[in-house]
């Protein structure tokens, strides 16, 4: 009788143990996509006990206090579903991919389920717009560009601009050069509002053709200061303007004929620390070329021409060299930059390739 109880109890035990819950979920990522900000979302996940005895989720923490989940309370019967809810409310723009830990009386007790996707500005607004943030004020871009302008232009340029703080905002770029002026519609953003900052190039204030660089700030609070966390670069490259010249003129201008556009040094990097290449220039025209700038943009890069005014079926040598051991430093491009007379070539590029 003893021994009969003894097998009794040892067979409950191993039914006891093998009966285990389960978790299962119908998805383990959400993808959001695209959601407008300030516009709250909310995601589903469905809950199966897959297993043999009853499942209780304890506890639901998302990964960030954006977002609130609620959950099934009472026991998951085997074979029977419970849910998850989170709502999420995005207080930044851009990418995001979050998580959501869920404890359990299951093996493992931990598992995460995650979900993903994009916030931007509005409801037109693509992954393009206002998609840069500097505190609560968000810009359509970071960095403030005039690749090719004449002489004696006066170019626009429209940048978008929102508000994503409690408090109204005034739109100021602080720094800016004497050569560019601005104005903001409207000149004070309320909360949630988007607006326009308008800037305007005076290329007669400009010195010198070529590539000028500088940087302006965006003032995000009144009082606010300068500093890395606000700055954005700014160019412009300056080109003599030829619109005004006669087909006579133009027929006797100079011509410039460079021997490469393109230079690979790869292969004799990849053996040496420096290597030097050289170009030619020609003169093909019939007046005098100006070579009035040269520019490098790189500290690996150095250039030497040997002659900056040509005469008619000139040839003069450019010389440039790349040091290996600074192109770490600085991942801008390798290339140099030439500003000329020659109306069909105001802007000459040589682009070195240095894998």
């Avoid at 606000?230 to 030829?242: A, Q, R």
Wanted: glycine share 6%; charged share 20%.
């Amino acid at each position: 009788m003893k021994s009969l109880f003894l097998s009794l109890c040892v067979g409950l035990a191993a039914i006891t143990a093998s009966a285990q819950p389960r978790l299962s979920s119908n998805k383990e990522t959400h993808n959001f996509g695209q959601i407008e900000w300030k516009n709250p979302v909310s995601v589903q996940y469905l809950i199966t006990n897959t297993g043999s005895a009853p499942l209780v989720l304890t506890e639901v923490e998302p990964s960030c206090a954006c977002s609130v989940a609620q959950w099934t309370q009472t026991p998951i019967e085997p074979g029977k579903k419970g849910l998850i809810e989170v709502k999420f409310d995005a207080q930044a723009l851009g990418r995001f991919e979050k998580s959501v830990a869920v404890y359990s009386n299951a093996t493992p007790n931990l598992v995460y389920l995650y979900f993903t996707g994009e916030v931007v500005y509005g409801k037109e607004a693509s992954s393009k717009e206002l998609s840069h943030q500097f505190g609560q004020i968000v810009l359509e871009r970071n960095t403030l560009e005039f690749p090719d302008v004449n002489k004696g232009e006066q170019p626009v340029m429209k940048l978008g601009v929102g508000n994503l703080s409690e408090h109204p905002y005034e739109p100021v770029l602080m720094h800016l050069p004497s050569y560019l002026t601005m104005t903001a519609e409207p000149k004070v953003l309320q909360k949630g509002e988007k607006g326009i900052i308008t800037l305007k190039l005076d290329t007669e204030r400009l010195t010198d053709y070529g590539l000028t660089q500088t940087s302006v700030y965006l003032s995000r609070f009144a009082g606010d200061k300068v500093g890395e966390d606000n700055e954005i670069p700014f160019s412009v490259v300056l080109l003599p303007d030829f619109a005004s010249l006669s087909d006579a003129e133009k027929g006797r201008a100079p011509r410039l004929h460079l021997s490469e556009t393109e230079v690979d040094v790869s292969s004799v990097l990849a053996v040496k620390n420096k290597v030097r290449h050289d170009l030619f220039l020609i003169n093909t025209g019939h007046s005098p070329l100006h070579i009035s700038k040269l520019q490098v943009f790189n500290p690996a890069v150095g250039v030497h021409l040997k002659k900056n005014v040509l005469a008619p079926g000139e040839t003069t040598r450019l010389r440039f060299t790349v040091n290996k051991a600074e192109m770490s430093k600085q991942r801008r491009r390798l290339r140099i930059l030439m500003i000329t007379n020659d109306p069909d070539a105001p802007k000459v590029e040589i682009n070195i390739i240095a894998k």
